[in-house]
């Protein structure tokens, strides 16, 4: 079983930045999908980006339109940790931003929207003010 943690969350202003992180609290993953997500009370879950982690040179990465040029997804192989850059913050990005891991690769093939990971975080929270 393993454990996410999410780290980096906050409260800023409009067209404000932050770096969230994620990082195995005990096991290593080793060779999975990683994606990140957001959800705000009363909404469905949306996918936000994901990255493989198979060793494959270049990375599969995804981003969700509603993201692409402002977020980025990147990960330290070697510490096992991953990030998400959110830059030019809406206040339509507020939400409970979380990560996932999970070793079906398939989940990180481009255009792959699917939100059904096994492993979660417990979320870090994202607030953008006007």
């Known amino acids: 079983h393993f454990q996410l943690v999410e780290s980096g969350g906050g409260s800023v202003q409009t067209g404000g930045s932050l770096t969230l992180s994620c990082a195995s609290a005990r096991d290593a993953l080793g060779s999975v999908c990683v994606g990140w997500f957001r959800q705000v009370a009363g909404k469905e879950r949306e996918r936000v980006a994901s990255?493989?982690?198979?060793?494959?040179?270049?990375?599969?990465?995804n981003y969700a339109d509603s993201v692409k040029g402002r977020f980025a997804i990147s990960k330290d192989k070697s510490k096992e940790i991953w990030y998400l850059q959110l830059d030019s913050l809406k206040p339509e990005d507020t939400a409970m931003y979380y990560c996932?891991?999970?070793?079906?690769?398939?989940?990180?093939?481009?255009?792959?929207?699917?939100?059904?990971?096994?492993?979660w975080g417990q979320g870090t929270q994202v607030t953008v003010s006007s």
């Open positions: 990255i493989d982690n198979d060793g494959s040179s270049p990375d599969t990465i």
């Open positions: 996932a891991a999970d070793f079906d690769w398939r989940k990180c093939y481009s255009g792959s929207t699917t939100t059904a990971f096994d492993y």
